[in-house]
């Protein structure tokens, strides 16, 4: 239960959620220098 809990947060940071979250923010913001359309893509999904 605790493992799928982990799970379940990592998805909602790497994946993100309509509620804007710093993690999301520094893992796809570097993405932005190397292909912009890819980090337009991961901010709209």
């Known amino acids: 239960m605790v493992k799928l809990y982990k799970l379940f947060v990592l998805f909602i940071i790497i994946h993100g959620s309509e509620i804007w979250n710093p993690y ?3 893992l796809i913001k570097p993405m932005e ?13």
């Open 33 to 45: 220098k190397q292909n912009k359309q890819t980090w337009l893509h991961h901010s709209v999904s």
């Open 24 to 26: 999301r923010y520094y």
